[in-house]
């Protein structure tokens, strides 16, 4: 993994107090990146700050009156949601006001398109990829705009690791928003704090091994939620655990202390026993099996190279394990030995994800595809998925395996049915960094965390009933 700085956003990337250098450089915060919409000055794309605002309005508007004022008073201070029925009406999904803008929406994606930088760490592997796509057909509707809001913002500290949104329900989803932990509620639209990981965060129960002395400004770089636990994982290799129906954290560790221990990916699962279990994968090369009970490590499998991320097959014996090598892995969940390699990626993979039929499953890779694979016959992968502008940084399967959804780093997630063979797609259209997205359990919502510094929102969708019988009752 690739620990200096973010990923390029695009030549379009605009900084605010701090250096940012060109493409080729790469020494910048994520923090800083912004993919919001740009307005033109000078013949340059210069991105609309809030405090530009009343400036913008000015050159917009010209001279007004007292009535004309007041209008563009109301305009700029726009309702933190936008709403399905908002979007019918012809409001941005964002509320980003195109409308004073000195550049159309069509026109600023196919700048965005044209000149966003994908960071490979081999050379023009995006551009051999191309050549080896599944084609796809496109303009499918799974997944309906409901919700957009901005009352929540979501954050990313690595560039390279987008999981840090999570729906464990329809109405329960939690998120990273710069040093807190927070659950938001899209039916009453409130936000809580569950963990400040900006101060000093100790764990108030006993176990082997815990840090009694705590963490204090914890640098969260990945999260897991499930089975009514929240984990974290932090830059120099921390581990955070909090049960949600219980005060305060129960355990607190450092994973590995490696000076390259980035904590990249966490995974809750069950075991056959009905015991709670959870996979750490860290930049060490080490992927750790804890047991949640007495939080004990059960398994230690290490590897050649720095394990970006994993997944677990839904019946418990083989995981997925993919990192910095173009080669992904096959390994025995219970000893770590290799099954099999997976070879066809041109660069380092970030994400995977299992097909809750347990036959196939799929990994997402620098070179900007997503390959989905067979566990029958891994020859080959079976479809090759590609995206518009960039790494395939998450992936996720709806829980009855009719949908997959892959996300790039920015803008674009794509939306496949599973059961056409991977063959139509939908395509989510929308300007930030994703800083992560998941299908809620009963697979009827899909949320997005968008991060920019004017539009970072949570957006969500809602899955689209079809009702055949009813078409052949008419």
């Not at 044209?114 to 050549?131: L, Q």
Request: negative net charge.
């Amino acid at each position: 993994m690739v620990e200096a700085a973010a990923e390029a956003a695009s030549s379009l990337i605009t900084v605010v107090g701090g250096d940012l250098l060109d493409s080729g450089g790469r020494a910048f915060s994520s923090a800083h990146i912004c993919c919001s919409p740009p307005g033109v000055l000078a013949g340059h794309v210069v991105a609309v700050y809030p405090e530009d605002e009343d400036d913008r309005q000015a050159e917009l508007v010209g001279d007004s009156d007292y009535e004309d004022d007041e209008y563009i008073q109301s305009a700029s201070i726009a309702p933190d949601d936008t709403s399905a029925m908002d979007v019918k009406k012809g409001k941005d999904m964002q509320g980003i006001p195109w409308d004073r803008l000195d550049i159309t929406r069509d026109a600023y994606r196919q700048e965005r398109l044209k000149h966003y930088d994908n960071f490979e760490n081999i050379p023009n592997s995006g551009r051999t990829s191309e050549k080896v796509c599944t084609p796809v057909k496109k303009g499918q509707l799974y997944y309906e705009f409901k919700l957009n809001t901005r009352s929540v913002k979501p954050t990313i500290l690595h560039f390279q690791l987008r999981n840090l949104v999570w729906a464990t329900a329809r109405h329960d989803v939690y998120l990273m928003s710069c040093l807190s932990a927070l659950h938001w509620s899209p039916l009453t639209s409130e936000k809580q704090e569950v963990i400040d990981f900006e101060g000093h965060v100790a764990p108030y129960e006993k176990h082997q091994g815990n840090f009694y002395e705590g963490f204090y400004q914890t640098e969260v770089t990945t999260l897991a939620v499930k089975n009514n636990l929240l984990l974290a994982g932090g830059f120099h290799g921390e581990l955070i655990c909090k049960f949600l129906d219980r005060e305060g954290i129960s355990y607190c560790c450092k994973s590995t202390h490696d000076a390259d221990g980035i904590t990249n990916c966490l995974e809750i699962f069950g075991k056959p026993s009905g015991s709670v279990h959870f996979l750490a994968s860290n930049n060490d090369c080490g992927l750790r099996d804890f047991d949640v009970e007495n939080f004990q490590i059960c398994n230690h499998f290490n590897f050649n190279w720095a394990v970006n991320h994993m997944s677990l097959s839904p019946d418990g014996k083989i995981i997925a394990v993919v990192g910095d090598d173009p080669a992904g892995l096959l390994v025995d969940a219970n000893t770590g030995k290799m099954i099999h390699e997976l070879r066809g990626h041109f660069d380092y993979s970030f994400a995977s994800a299992w097909n809750p039929d347990g036959r196939t499953f799929a990994t997402g890779n620098q070179d900007k595809t997503c390959r989905i694979w067979d566990a029958r016959n891994l020859s080959k992968s079976v479809a090759i998925l590609g995206g518009n502008i960039g790494a395939i940084r998450s992936i996720r399967y709806t829980s009855d395996g009719k949908f997959l959804a892959m996300a790039e780093p920015a803008d674009f997630i794509h939306i496949f049915d599973v059961e056409s063979g991977y063959n139509r797609k939908q395509e989510l259209d929308f300007f930030g960094e994703i800083a992560g997205m998941l299908f809620g359990p009963d697979t009827e919502v899909l949320v997005v965390g968008v991060h920019d510094p004017n539009y970072s929102s949570l957006l969500q969708f809602g899955r689209r009933q079809f009702y055949s019988y009813l078409d052949s009752a008419i």
